[in-house]
């Protein structure tokens, strides 16, 4: 009985020890080989072109389909709600100075 015993400890430290041994290794590494960009210095002027590029989006530039409407906060407008309520929603808001149906 004394031998089973220990064979029994013995089988479940080793079955500990490996499962600690299989469970403790970390995890494969990717090692692809990502090419490298080298990248030049910002200058003035692209910074410049790109303000420049930022101020032109206003709310004048539109999509096509959308109408749009005075408000940036999420409002009740009278020009969203005319043109949402023929469509069947329930109601227009505007947001972002273009007209949103719900």
């Not at 500990?16 to 692809?32: E, M, T, Y």
């Not at 960009?37 to 989006?57: C, F, N, R, W, Y």
């Not at 389909?65 to 043109?83: I, K, L, M, P, Y």
């Amino acid at each position: 009985m004394g031998i089973k015993v220990i064979n029994v400890i013995l089988l479940i430290a080793l079955s500990a020890c490996l499962i600690h041994a299989v469970a403790g290794k970390p995890n494969p590494r990717d090692s692809s080989v990502v090419e490298e960009q080298s990248l030049g210095p910002i200058h003035d002027e692209d910074m410049d072109v790109k303000s420049k590029a930022e101020t032109t989006t206003t709310p004048e530039s539109r999509i096509p389909g959308r109408v749009s409407c005075d408000f940036e906060e999420a409002n009740e407008d009278a020009v969203c709600q005319e043109h949402c309520l023929p469509k069947g929603y329930t109601y227009g808001i505007c947001v972002s100075h273009t007209c949103s149906c719900i």
